[in-house]
């Protein structure tokens, strides 16, 4: 079995649905000859042709537009956009259009698109590049939201989501791309979407994170019964496994690189704080990034939530 990190368990995934099924396409600002920015497509084009990885202008309104008749018409489109902060300009065509062709058609028509987006912080790149705004989509119905942590969770999440009739934001963290290897298998497994994953299991804290902080986290719990959830799928949420986790520990502290205001850390603490409020112990506790743009490189390891920050959020609730 081989080890693989992020990006080869990605480019493995869209392979092997690309090989399984001709209706899946890629479409994408230098997705094709070049393998796109993060060389997560490399080698596609030579297997599978200029008809099914299309290389596309600059637009992303365009792409995302592109994607969405494709997909309503038989298609099962994966569209990249090159990073979070550049996505933007199609959220109109998210929002406005892909998010509804279910209700709008009364289920006569589905969206099955993904988009992939590269996000967060942890490579020190330039303004709108390190963008982690996933709140933003997991606040439309209709969307999916799925954020992969290792490599053999991505390449299963991201098969279940080309399969899934509905469109899904694939958000991919440009610091795990090359981060860890790990075991990944050839041939098709799947993830089911809409569940969580218990990483360590304790009695004392639980804490709940996706994507890149879930490794800070795993570092920060050293020395501490907790039980860390990986929540993978942020809609729709497993509220099952987190209530359940949640009502056994008493305690909780929320990781995430995104700001805090209105970031999916209060979400979370909302639905905590509705079903499992007589169980608390302590105060919920939000370990996150800070309510101002993502500093340009010089400041971002001060931006992003630190193993020490997490370790202190920990130390906080267990004072209660």
């Given amino acids: 079995m081989p080890k693989l990190n992020m990006v080869q368990a990605i480019n493995?995934?869209?392979r092997e649905e690309m090989q399984r099924d001709s209706s899946v396409v890629l479409l994408g600002e230098d997705v094709g000859k070049d393998g796109g920015v993060f060389?997560?497509?490399?080698?596609?084009?030579?297997?599978?042709?200029?008809?099914r990885i299309i290389d596309t202008p600059l637009a992303e309104s365009g792409i995302i537009g592109a994607a969405i008749g494709m997909a309503v018409y038989g298609l099962k489109p994966v569209a990249e956009i090159q990073f979070?902060?550049?996505?933007?300009?199609?959220?109109?065509?998210?929002?406005?259009?892909a998010s509804r062709i279910r209700s709008r058609s009364r289920g006569r028509f589905t969206c099955p698109m993904v988009i992939r987006v590269p996000y967060g912080a942890g490579i020190k790149a330039p303004d709108l590049h390190s963008e982690s705004t996933e709140a933003l989509f997991c606040h439309i119905p209709g969307m999916k939201v799925v954020v992969p942590s290792t490599p053999y969770n991505a390449k299963g999440l991201l098969i279940s989501s080309i399969r899934d009739p509905d469109p899904v934001i694939f958000l991919e963290s440009t610091r795990v791309y090359r981060m860890i290897k790990e075991d990944v298998p050839e041939g098709t497994y799947t993830i089911p979407l809409g569940k969580a994953r218990i990483v360590q299991?304790?009695?004392?804290?639980?804490v709940i994170s996706w994507?890149?902080?879930?490794?800070?986290?795993?570092?920060?719990v050293e020395g501490f019964d907790v039980e860390v959830i990986?929540?993978?799928?942020?809609?729709?949420?497993?509220?099952?496994?987190?209530l359940k986790s949640v009502k056994k520990t008493g305690r909780v502290v929320i990781v995430h690189e995104a700001p805090k205001t209105c970031g999916f850390g209060a979400e979370l603490s909302a639905t905590i704080a509705e079903d499992a409020m007589l169980y608390l112990k302590a105060p919920i506790i939000r370990v996150t990034g800070y309510d101002v743009v993502m500093p340009l490189?010089?400041?971002e390891d001060y931006y992003m939530p630190t193993v020490e920050r997490?370790?202190?959020?920990?130390?906080?609730v267990m004072k209660y």
């Fill in 211 to 220: 994507g890149s902080m879930l490794h800070r986290s795993l570092q920060a």
């Fill in 201 to 206: 299991e304790g009695k004392d804290v639980t």
């Fill in 39 to 51: 060389r997560v497509t490399e080698g596609l084009l030579e297997e599978f042709g200029s008809e």
């Fill in 84 to 97: 979070m902060g550049f996505i933007y300009p199609a959220v109109d065509q998210i929002f406005s259009h």
């Fill in 12 to 14: 493995l995934a869209l």
């Fill in 297 to 299: 490189p010089k400041l």
């Fill in 310 to 316: 997490i370790r202190k959020g920990i130390q906080e």
């Fill in 230 to 242: 990986d929540l993978m799928t942020l809609n729709p949420l497993d509220e099952e496994t987190i």
